[in-house]
């Protein structure tokens, strides 16, 4: 089993391009993401406030480590527009080694 800091994918999703650009580049700006994949075209359907919405949004797919992970959760929502943005995160089993070390490189807090 290793013992390396585990990859976590973390979604939510944005009312607009505009948002999820935004979003996306500051996660990966602060180092809490690695990559952030915006898909555009997603639509939601949920109950919210007692009444059923459909809307269109922006999936974001968040790539984080572990140690980075509650500071994201954080982040999302200081800069998410809506009230209850969705943060699922779920957690890696499995993938190129390669690539799993460079989103733990990339998420390394920068030291002084």
Do not use: N
């Not at 993401?33 to 555009?40: I, P, Q």
């Not at 998410?80 to 957690?91: N, S």
């Amino acid at each position: 089993m290793s013992t390396a800091d585990p990859i976590f994918l973390l979604f939510t999703t944005c009312p607009d391009v505009a948002c999820a650009t935004r979003l996306a580049r500051a996660l990966v700006e602060e180092r809490l993401a690695a990559c952030v994949t915006r898909l555009e075209g997603a639509h939601s359907t949920y109950r919210w406030q007692g009444r059923i919405s459909e809307d269109p949004e922006v999936q974001l797919l968040i790539k984080t480590t572990g140690a980075r992970l509650d500071a994201t959760i954080a982040r999302v929502q200081a800069l998410h527009p809506y009230e209850l943005p969705e943060c699922i995160a779920v957690e890696t089993r499995a993938g190129l080694p390669a690539y799993l070390d460079w989103i733990r490189a990339q998420t390394r807090e920068e030291s002084d």
